[in-house]
Each structure stands twice: as structure tokens, then as C-alpha cells.
């Protein structure tokens, strides 16, 4: 069995007052895709940025390969080797594609050339010298996945990436999930439609109000969507 990359244990996070992860645990092993499932507000996001170091209070213990970040800021998370593709994607509207795509700097070796990123998204070869706010939001969800991949981060942590997109997008990004997998990429996915989830992913954590209540094997999915329905309320 592959080695656990990444080691969440009693994780809590907190807004200012707002008390938002009460004990988290959950772990993704090399070569995995994991989805985490839940209704808005279940506290998905608030795991990936507490993972990433981009929450103001954080609690609790999130091992990388062995080595304790909890007390680390996210620049030092970064050069760890982990990269996230936040939900609201973050794309540079005064830079054209190309310049977005340079924009990271390589955290280490190991991350996809250029030539490789345009052979998953071809269209952003065609777009390299359009502006950020003349993209579609399929071409922008692309561009912030392709954005990470050459920085050398082998675990990815992708918010939301089919969200608002027409179906032959998810399909493209859905084919990407999969060749990054095969390339060796660990993918930590947040997602609110469970059906393409199953498409991509090992297993999938289930969120409720701040804590993880169920995880499911992706072979077991549809076996369970009866509790699936009623734990995302769809």
C-alpha cells in the first residue's frame, strides 16, 4: 500500500470567533485522488486552507510526508511541495495566459514543463496571448490548475474545479484529474457534484458541520448513494 502523503488528525480551524472545523482527521495517501463531499458551508474549504496555512487559527496536527506544518506559514507549506487551486481560481486580469502561467515561482524540481501543460490544455495554447478577463470560466479554471502544475508540488489541493462549468469542460478537467494521477500527482479535491467525483476519485471524505462523518471507498459508491442523497441534501 502506498505511504500516507498527507496526515490530518483533530483538526481545528477558526474565522475570528467563528469556531468552523471541530476536529477533523483524515488522511490521502502517494498516487490517491480524494474528494471531500458536503453541502455549502460544511467546512471544505476552511480543511484545504487550514492545510495550506491560509487560516488565521489552526489547530491540532497536518503532517506532510512526516513533517509537522501546523505552525508553518503557507509560503514555507508552498515550498513543501504543496499547491493549491483556490475556488474563486485567482487569475490575473491585467496578465495575459502566459503571464499567469509564469507567475509561481518552482518550489522544486519535478513540475511540468510548459510544452506538457499545453499537450492537457491545448486551448490555452491558442489563448497565450489573451488577457485574464477575456477567458471563458472553463479556460480560467484551467489556466489556475495549469498555474500550479509547474511549480514542482506533487500534492494538489483543487477547490471546486467543475463549479459553474458546462458539462464537455468537466469532462476535459475530469481527464485531467485522471492523467495527473497517472503522472504520480497526490490530488486532494473539493467537490459538491459527487457524480463526476466518482469519476476521478479512490475515495471520498463526507463534511458536516465542520467535522468528517463518512468516508466511502468509490467502489462502495453506489452502494451508499441512498446515504449520499441524504447527507448533500440533492
Known amino acids: ?12 480551524a477558526w474565522y475570528g470567533e467563528s469556531h468552523i472545523l471541530h476536529g477533523v482527521s483524515l488522511e490521502v495517501r502517494e498516487g490517491e485522488v480524494v474528494t471531500m463531499l458536503g453541502r455549502n458551508g460544511a ?4 480543511t484545504m486552507k487550514s492545510i495550506m496555512g491560509m487560516v488565521g487559527k489552526r489547530t491540532g496536527s497536518i503532517k506532510y510526508q512526516g513533517t509537522e506544518t501546523i505552525g508553518l506559514g503557507s509560503n514555507k ?33 519535478g ?13 490555452l495554447k491558442e489563448r497565450l496571448k489573451s488577457q485574464g478577463t477575456k477567458l471563458s470560466g472553463g479556460e480560467q479554471q484551467m489556466l489556475a490548475i495549469a498555474r ?18 458546462a458539462p464537455v469542460i468537466i469532462q476535459q478537467i475530469g481527464a485531467t484529474i485522471r492523467a ?8 486532494l479535491l473539493v467537490e459538491q457534484n459527487f457524480r463526476f467525483a466518482s469519476t476521478v476519485a479512490d475515495r ?9 462523518v463518512d468516508m ?15 447527507y448533500l441534501g440533492v
Open 180 to 187: 495527473l494521477k497517472e503522472e504520480g500527482f497526490t490530488i
Open 204 to 212: 471520498h471524505y463526507v463534511m458536516e458541520h465542520g467535522k468528517i
Open 216 to 230: 466511502i471507498p468509490n467502489d462502495r459508491i453506489d452502494a451508499e448513494m441512498d446515504k449520499l442523497h441524504e
Open 77 to 109: 507549506i508552498a515550498r513543501l511541495g504543496i499547491a493549491i487551486c483556490p475556488e474563486e481560481r485567482g487569475i490575473f486580469s491585467s496578465l495575459n495566459v502566459e503571464e499567469n502561467l509564469l507567475l509561481p515561482p518552482v518550489v522544486q524540481a
Open 43 to 46: 467546512g471544505k474549504t476552511t
Open 148 to 165: 500550479i502544475l509547474r511549480t514542482g508540488a506533487r500534492l494538489l489541493l483543487l477547490d471546486e474545479p467543475t463549479e459553474g462549468l
Open 1 to 12: 500500500m502506498a505511504k500516507v502523503m498527507l496526515e490530518v488528525a483533530g483538526l481545528e
Open 111 to 123: 513540475g511540468l514543463s510548459v510544452e506538457r501543460i499545453f499537450t492537457l490544455f491545448p486551448n
